[in-house]
Structure formats: C-alpha cells, structure tokens
C-alpha cells in the first residue's frame, strides 16, 4: 500500500489536474464509483485504478476493481491520507482511474442522418463543455468538434459536468481552417449557427438530417468568418432584459428542438 503522498506514481497522478500534463500523457483522471463503472461499461482503455481500501465499502466498486484486476489493469492500493491528496472531491468514495484519452481525427469523422454534431469555437468554460457534453448525449448526439483555443474535454470540471456522456460522445480536434476545409469537402452537411441578429427562428426552422451546430465562444459568438461557412442562422428569441444566454443554455434549447423535431426516430422516447 502506498502511504506517501510524496511517491511519485502519486504526484504523477497529481499532475493530471494540470492541462500539458493530459497532453502530454495522453491520460485523465476520473474519480467515484459511477463514473468508474460507466468506464469499465463502455470498455474504456484504463491505465491504472486507484483503491483507498479504507474508504471503498461498496460491494460493487471491490467486484469493479476485481474485474479490471483480471484485465491486467494496474491496481494502486493507497492509504486514506494519499486518496484525500488525489481526490478532487468533498468525502471521496475511495476509488478513482486514469483512464486513456479518445480522440477522433477530424478526417474520419462520418455525419450519419439524424445524429447530430455540435462544434465549438474557443468555448472557455470547462463546466459549460461538460454540461454541452451531457445534454448533446440526451439528444442522441454524435460527437463535438473543439475549435481553436477550445478547452480541455478532459479537464477534471468538464468530466465531473459531463457525467459520463463524456465516453459515449466522439471528440475532435481542429482548427477552424481545417474546419472549413473539411466542410467545403463535405457539402452534404449542413452547418447551422446561431446569433440573436438572425431572422429565422430556431423554432421554426426546419433542421436537416445531417448537420452540425456550430456555436460561439462564450465572450464573442460567431464571428463573420463563422457566419459566412454557415448554410443558415438561427435565433433564440428573448423578451426579458438579458439580451444573451449562457453558452451551454444555448445550445441545450438548440438541441432539444432538432431532437423534437427527430422524436419519433429515437427508440425509448417519449412521444
């Protein structure tokens, strides 16, 4: 059992909160036993799983690590004290994983009918990715593509956000003139944006089978240059004094109409 908090495979560990050090192992770092679990179900790629034996009571967490001890997994057994230096959370459940990162090259992706896109440009808050993560899974999404100086989908605010939507979703890369590149080679996508400038409403538009959503930074929107790759604009009309909404909020309204739209389509929907 590792007692130190000064080991090195735990400050390794440690490092992972830290963005160029996710780059440059290509690792991540998850943390209770829900998330684990949709790890191991989704047959994610693990490095190691960190066991605080003192702290894991759950049954079904011990057969989890069991399991992936079977799978040649690296299993860390640490005391109470090095969990609490690792951990991330308030009352840490006493299991954790560095997990793998997954990531779909921009070329290979493929827009299938009635699987939506979202892509990305520069979205700043770790948090509002995740939640765009989790809500675009609802929808039956495909997948996101980052653009630019977007943030990390694997910083540890985005994970927690995303709550396991992360390991279902595709994630890529790019920068907006591979973007656009990719776009002027596949004129079977559609690719709609949004702006409170727009004079279709996004109520009313018809969305297209096969099409991405492309959304703005946070501070800046769509820019001209996104606008002018756009085969149209929608709007989110609003009454109140706000004149915007927040980036996630945006793009869940956006999502919940092509998934109405789509309804019937979906298996298990509500009608």
Not at 140 to 162: E, F, H, M
Not at 184 to 192: M, P, R, T, W
Not at 207 to 217: A, D, N, V
């Amino acid at each position: 059992m590792i007692t130190s908090p000064a080991n090195e495979q735990v400050k390794r560990i440690r490092r992972l909160q830290e963005r160029k050090e996710r780059e440059k192992t290509g690792l991540f770092f998850v943390e209770g036993i829900r998330i684990v679990a949709e790890a191991v179900d989704r047959q994610e790629s693990f490095e190691s799983v960190i066991v605080s034996p003192e702290r894991l009571q759950s049954e079904y967490a011990w057969k989890l690590v069991e399991k992936l001890r079977r799978q040649g997994v690296s299993i860390l057994e640490v005391s109470s004290l090095v969990f609490e230096r690792i951990s991330q959370k308030e009352g840490p459940q006493g299991i954790a994983a560095v997990v793998h990162q997954r990531w779909l090259p921009l070329d290979s992706v493929v827009v299938e009918e009635g699987k939506t896109w979202v892509a990305l440009d520069s979205v700043a808050d770790p948090g509002n990715l995740g939640t765009i993560l989790r809500t675009l899974d609802a929808t039956g999404g495909a997948g996101v593509i980052l653009l630019d100086q977007s943030t990390d989908p694997y910083d540890p605010s985005c994970v927690r956000a995303s709550m396991g939507a992360l390991f279902d979703l595709h994630l890529v890369r790019a920068s907006f003139n591979q973007f656009r590149n990719w776009m002027k080679q596949h004129s079977d996508v559609a690719l709609i944006g949004t702006s409170g400038t727009a004079h279709q409403d996004y109520h009313d538009f018809v969305y297209p089978t096969r099409m991405i959503l492309l959304m703005g930074s946070e501070r800046l929107g769509l820019q001209p240059h996104h606008v002018e790759l756009c085969d149209e604009m929608v709007r989110i009309p609003m009454v109140g004094k706000s004149d915007s909404l927040n980036l996630a909020v945006a793009t869940a309204v956006v999502l919940y109409e092509i998934f109405n739209q789509r309804r019937q389509n979906f298996s298990g929907a509500v009608p």
